[in-house]
């Protein structure tokens, strides 16, 4: 059980880290015994690596590798930070909150901006996106790696499917399942939902890693990986003021019950929705860093 | 045995230390390091020092040795040991002097 943690907390190491020192370090692990204080040492070592990778081990990835990681990186927190713009938008979906955003303009341009910024960053990840899946599409058939990262975005996709289709007819059945029952449905939907969306962001890292990319389409990547990241601190800052406009404005609304058992209120919820985004937006900007560094480096003369 | 982390005593000095006395793999170190300071290295904390240790051109890996790579201190290495070691030293002969000091007068 502990080997398999040891081996688990190896494989949190950075890409450049574990391609260095990955070998060694398992040698040592079998060596030394995997305790689980040597687990909590490799997690522990495994965190300081990514925030404060060593130049000389980080450098010596090539420009491609570091614009499909910190594109890979981007996508897999945009796909978290749409689930917490899922939950602000449940929220924030009674009429009171409308009523609310019209007559506080803090809170109606908040959420005005967040709005725009998500339509603004969608449409920035899905034209960064597009080309990549062509891409990969294209090269599925010649490249094993990349044939089973499109069949597990599939599935992962399949599975969303017809947990939607298998939540549409429960709810529409007659008679009508309880409250109850309706709460633990959409829980467990959004459960599968966020797994489902994980799965295929780890696909599409995996699918970048394995295809032959062109140049050209990492450096559009990279530039909407920074556009997706800086709409994400924008939506952050959006939540921050409608949350403190709230609070301050309309206290009564701040302090309902919320979620699905009413407990917490709406202030918590924000707050947790907040928490999220900022500890998604803040790697986010981290990837798209290294991946515009590698892209404006650059790039990669030739594809792969 | 205490179990040390980065926060406690330095782990690239006792790597520092241990590369002193000749080239040495990771468990290698770890023994040593062990054995001399009463202290376990853990792999995190070990390949972190090594890391920064050889990113600063203080130490250097050599070839592989099945899958257990050893390193040996650079001459830049022995350096940075002997001045850390000259300051340690400095503490060391200060801080007893005035335990001594403080307890002859209390």
């Known amino acids: 059980m502990n080997a398999r943690l040891a081996r688990l907390a190896l494989a949190l190491y950075p890409l450049a880290y574990r391609r260095r020192y990955g070998e060694e370090m398992a040698a040592l692990v079998e060596d030394q015994g995997a305790s689980p204080r040597a687990v909590a040492d490799l997690a522990r070592g495994a965190l300081s690596a990514h925030v404060r990778p060593e130049p000389a081990v980080a450098g010596a990835l090539g420009r491609g590798e570091r614009v499909r990681l910190g594109v890979s990186a981007v996508l897999l927190c945009w796909v978290l930070f749409a689930a917490a713009i899922f939950a602000f938008a449940k929220t924030t979906e009674e009429p009171a909150f409308r009523a609310a955003a019209s007559a506080h303009a803090v809170l109606g341009g908040a959420h005005s901006t967040l709005q725009v910024l998500f339509v603004l960053a969608s449409m920035a990840f899905l034209l960064g996106a597009a080309p990549l899946v062509v891409i990969a599409l294209a090269q599925a058939r010649k490249r094993p790696g990349v044939r089973r990262a499109a069949l597990l975005a599939v599935g992962c996709v399949a599975v969303i499917v017809v947990a939607t289709g298998a939540v549409v007819v429960v709810a529409n059945h007659d008679p009508a399942p309880s409250e109850g029952a309706r709460t633990a449905l959409l829980a467990g939907w959004i459960l599968v939902g966020v797994a489902c969306a994980i799965g295929c962001a780890l696909a599409a890292r995996r699918g970048l890693f394995a295809a032959a990319i062109p140049a050209a389409a990492l450096r559009l990547a990279a530039g909407c990986a920074a556009a997706v990241a800086v709409a994400m601190i924008g939506i952050a800052v959006a939540t921050l003021v409608y949350l403190v406009g709230l609070v301050t404005s309309v206290t009564a609304l701040a302090s309902t019950p919320n979620g699905p058992l009413g407990n917490p209120d709406v202030r918590v919820s924000l707050l947790l929705v907040l928490m999220v985004m900022v500890a998604t937006a803040v790697p986010a900007a981290l990837g798209a860093k290294r991946a515009w560094r590698g892209a404006v480096a650059g790039g990669e003369r030739s594809a792969g | ?106």
């Open chain 2, 1 to 106: 045995m205490r179990y040390i982390s980065e926060r406690s005593t330095d782990p690239g000095l006792l790597v520092l230390a241990s590369l002193a006395e000749g080239p040495k793999h990771g468990y290698a170190i770890t023994q040593d390091v062990e054995e001399v300071a009463g202290v376990k290295l853990g792999p995190g904390t070990l390949y972190g020092a090594l890391s920064r240790l050889e990113g600063r051109d203080l130490i250097e890996a050599l070839p592989s040795e099945d899958r257990r790579r050893p390193y040996k201190i650079t001459a830049e290495g022995s350096a940075a040991l002997a001045e850390q070691l000259a300051m340690l030293d400095r503490v060391v002969d200060t801080g007893m002097k005035r335990l001594r000091a403080a307890g002859a007068t209390s």
